[in-house]
């Protein structure tokens, strides 16, 4: 599910506080200013991947990435900076997190890594990155049993860790989901 990080908390210096990111779970998120509005569902109702797409609808306040916004309207992409009216900065990030779920297919998938059937509500994972769906019991760890994904580079870890949020190479930033 794709998220907005927000600076929680900034200290009385303007640096610090606390990077939090919110999940985009509903069809539209209200910002100052502006309003993301979901493209297409973020629900996963069969076995194929449909990706989240976000509108960013702003006015001629906002930038994203330092541009003004075209027309008021711009789809927005994984790691896109929007600076709000009124001088706040959040970023847009579209990655998910890898999980263990039932899978909700109606037939039975070969799992990419052991080609063994993933049966309708067998525990799986599904590749957050490429959308591959991943068999994953103790006998047939298929996601955990590489570093990285059958399909892509996506790292197969169960962390439960996001991989980036803002100011990743600042040392002072904590960092809660
Ligand atoms: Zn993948």
Partial sequence: MAGIWRRQAAGESGSGGVWMRAALGGAELRLPGARLVATAPGGIDDARHAPERWLLLADARARVNGEPVVAGVRLLRDRDEIRLAGGEVVWFSSEELARIEPFPGNEPLPCAR???????????????????????????????????????????????????HPGLEDDHVAVAD
Avoid: F
């Fill in 114 to 164: 052991s080609c063994r059937p993933i049966t309708p509500g067998a525990p799986s994972v599904r590749c957050p990155r490429c959308g591959t769906w991943h068999l994953q019991t103790e006998e047939y760890p298929g996601w955990t049993y590489a570093g990285t994904c059958t399909v892509c580079s996506a790292p197969t870890r169960l962390s439960g860790d996001y991989a980036w």
